[in-house]
């Protein structure tokens, strides 16, 4: 599953809303240096969508606010 994230670093606090067209918005507290707030939307969308880490890719938007994340749901692996 693909997902459209808009992420908002330096937030007070952490959470995450569903937007009617389906895409997400992505409250973080990381500061976007050295990949920190990558790492904490990783862990975020794991937790959300009931998987792990590693199956979770940034597609495209690696440095920016948007992005466009991979999710395999997929239980066989």
Do not use: W
Request: glycine residues 4%.
């Amino acid at each position: 599953m693909q997902k459209k994230v808009k992420v908002k670093p330096h937030s007070k606090q952490q959470k995450i809303e569903e937007q009617p067209d389906g895409s997400l918005i992505v409250y973080l507290k990381s500061p976007p240096v050295d990949g920190k707030a990558n790492e904490e939307l990783i862990k975020l969308l794991a937790e959300k969508f009931d998987v792990s880490k590693s199956r979770i890719r940034i597609k495209t938007g690696l440095s920016y606010r948007q992005k466009l994340i991979e999710i395999n749901t997929d239980t066989e692996c």
